[in-house]
């Protein structure tokens, strides 16, 4: 068969990398590389109702499956088009009542299977990448995963068993793996997760901390943009992870979700490593231990607890931390970031405001040149000055947010209009 890959680039060796993405041509900061549409996708839970589940556009007013009452679509044709996936949960949902509970990753991994059997060809999503050829690293799992692995397997069984014909075991195993490693997560333009989804394509690319191309998603669609020239002749690498930390917790991620430890030139040089751990000026170096038994509390935070307990925690935490570390320490932005998480969902703008206003000017520091976690960070700020009626600093902030978005979305992303609007809205 004949495969047309991506005009520009081409599929290749990565010498201890496995396959990757390199350029054919010039790519400079901005362009589009390429797209990628979901292979298969699902919107989470937590979503239902404010975006459509065939092709999460976000709007007021959208109509419920008459069934289930639980999916939302913006018309019949949405509702038609999703069809095939939602009647693998329509059903179930009102059987199980409150009972159905299977993970993103399971629900994902049903609606693989059920693409699986309809399409056979190689797809849209499939032009450089299949997902019969994703990487599983089976050989790596240790017996942790294993056992996450049989559980997601009974899950499947346990909720989809009326819709599918499973694949055995063996299969189940392999693609659970494969998609722990090639998957991805679609977040809107403050970064709040929407879904799960397999973009094969997209997958080829390997990681880097310092990547020269951004992902971003239009509706269930992937979008990839240059953030730094790119050569002919250079490898194109994303980032799988969160850049903020320093570079061992960078690599203990990468080897723990997928299997191998980073060489980039962030990675051998460390060259940002001191400024994220700045203690002050007066405190000697803390141990490794010290930081653990800081940081812990948040990432242990049971979720369930009130907010205001939370609150308490992250701050308790932060002037415990604040000993030590300086403001400009990635650990104390890393609780500053959950208070104002949670301080969000109390509705508690000011004091929202104030932990945003402390975190983005280290955030840019921290972060590469573009980075969604600065451009999400100042349209937060932004939007919160505004609903406060700030609006000098409200519109100074989404000016930075926008700069940032107009290279990684692209000058006529939904989304930049969107701000655009709020921006002359005001008085
Ligand atoms: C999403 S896949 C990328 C494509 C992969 N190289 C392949 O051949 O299928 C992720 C896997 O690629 C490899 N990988 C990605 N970035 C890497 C890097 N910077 N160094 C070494 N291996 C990397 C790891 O095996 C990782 O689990
Ligand atoms: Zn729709
Ligand atoms: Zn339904
Ligand atoms: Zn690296």
Known sequence: MKTEGIEGTERFLSPGKGRGLRALKHFKVGDLVFVCPAYAYVLTVSERGSHCEFCFTRREGLSKCGK???AFYCN????????PMHKLECSAMCTYGENWSPSETVRLVARI????????????????????????????????KREMNRTDIIALHH???????????????????QVNCNGFTIEDEELSHLGSAVFPDVALMNHSCSPNVIVTYKGTVAEVRAVQDIHPGEE?????????????DRNERLIDSYFFTCDCKE???????????????????????????????????????????LLEICELSLEKMGSVFDETNVYM?????????????MQDWDRAMSYGEKIVKPYSVHYPAYSLNVASMYLKLGRLYLGLEKRSPGVKALKKALAIMEVAHG?????LAEIRREMEEQP
Not at 333 to 345: D, E, I, K, P, S
Not at 411 to 415: L, M, Q, S, T, V
Request: net charge negative.
């Open 68 to 70: 289930c009452k639980q």
């Open 76 to 83: 019949v044709d949405c509702q038609r088009g999703d069809w």
């Open 113 to 144: 299977i059920t693409k699986q059997k309809t399409v056979t060809e190689r797809t849209a999503s499939e032009r450089v990448l299949a997902l019969r050829e994703f990487e599983a690293h089976l050989d790596k799992l240790d017996n942790e």
């Open 159 to 177: 909720f989809y068993s009326r819709h599918l014909d499973f694949p055995d075991d063996d299969y189940l195993t392999e693609l659970f793996a």
């Open 236 to 248: 194109i690498f994303s980032s799988y992870i969160d850049l903020l930390y320093p570079t061992e």
């Open 267 to 309: 990675c051998s040089t460390r060259s940002k490593d001191k400024a994220k751990m700045e203690v002050r000026s007066s405190g000697a170096p803390p141990e490794p231990e010290e930081i653990q038994s800081m940081v812990r509390p948040v990432s242990d935070l049971d979720s369930t607890a009130p907010p205001s307990e």
């Open 333 to 345: 932005l890393h609780m500053m970031y959950q208070a104002m998480g949670v301080c969000l969902y």
């Open 411 to 415: 000058k006529d992303h939904p989304y």
